[in-house]
């Protein structure tokens, strides 16, 4: 089966740049959404097909997919960025999911 | 406003049954695949199960095939999760998700989710 590999925790000071990697055989071949969760919360579609930003969703916000890695990137983070996020792929009709990142901003 | 509304979840025995429900509003439902995906507490998310805009095309992750079943009543705009043989493994919290693409033919993103209903499978 297909795996989504995200490390465990990201930190960022306050108004700098964070990444948060996804990594997969050939990750760059599919597509790849990214979800925010913020605790108690449902989760939030903040990225969807590599690099593409719903309605609302701030352009500090940012992500591109190529070979086997995902990036997804926040700029000039702010406090109410600090959550959990995950990557999501589709793979031979299975819905995968990587372990999610707990982003903190310090 | 779109959303999504989930119910049927509570605390239930290894070995019963249970269904949950998703009423949605605000958008046109059957122009829409849906999905079910869960978290258990303190864990990440695992998609559970999609069906597509018509029904036709339907798909379970491994850990619920042949235990769960997906259904969806276009004309109540309302989806389904029927849950059987239960485990404490599938103790989590169950979303349902709107996918992102209008009358796609496969899935896409999970654009729009509801709040969520808990499951406890404990004796």
């Known amino acids: 089966s297909y795996e989504l590999t995200q490390p465990l925790s990201v930190s960022v000071a306050l108004g700098q740049t964070a990444r948060i990697t996804c990594g997969g055989d050939n990750i760059g071949r599919k597509n790849v959404h990214w979800y925010q969760q913020r605790p108690g919360q449902a989760p939030l579609l903040v990225i969807y097909?590599?690099?593409n930003r719903p309605s609302g969703i701030p352009e500090r916000f940012s992500a591109s997919n190529s070979g086997n890695t995902a990036t997804l990137t926040i700029s000039r983070a702010q406090a109410g960025d600090e959550a959990d996020y995950y990557c999501?792929?589709?793979?031979?009709?299975?819905?995968?999911f990587g372990g999610g990142t707990k982003l903190t901003v310090l | 406003q779109v959303q999504l509304v989930e119910s049927g979840g509570g605390v239930v025995q290894p070995g019963g049954s249970l269904r949950l429900s998703c009423a949605a509003s605000g958008f046109t439902f059957s122009n829409f695949g849906m999905n079910w995906v869960r978290q258990a507490p303190g864990k990440g998310l695992e998609w559970v199960t999609f069906?597509?805009?018509?029904?036709?095309?339907?798909y379970y992750a491994d850990s619920v095939k042949g235990r769960f079943t997906i259904s969806r009543d276009n004309s109540k705009n309302t989806l389904y999760l029927q849950m059987n043989s239960l485990t404490p493994e599938d103790t989590a919290v169950y979303y349902c998700?709107?996918?992102?693409?209008?009358?796609?033919?496969?899935?896409?993103?999970?654009?729009?989710w509801g709040q969520g209903t808990m499951v406890t499978v404990s004796s």
């Open positions: 998700a709107q996918d992102r693409q209008r009358s796609g033919s496969y899935p896409d993103a999970f654009d729009i």
């Open positions: 999501q792929v589709w793979d031979s009709s299975t819905g995968v």
């Open positions: 069906i597509r805009y018509d029904g036709i095309n339907i």
């Open positions: 097909r590599d690099s």
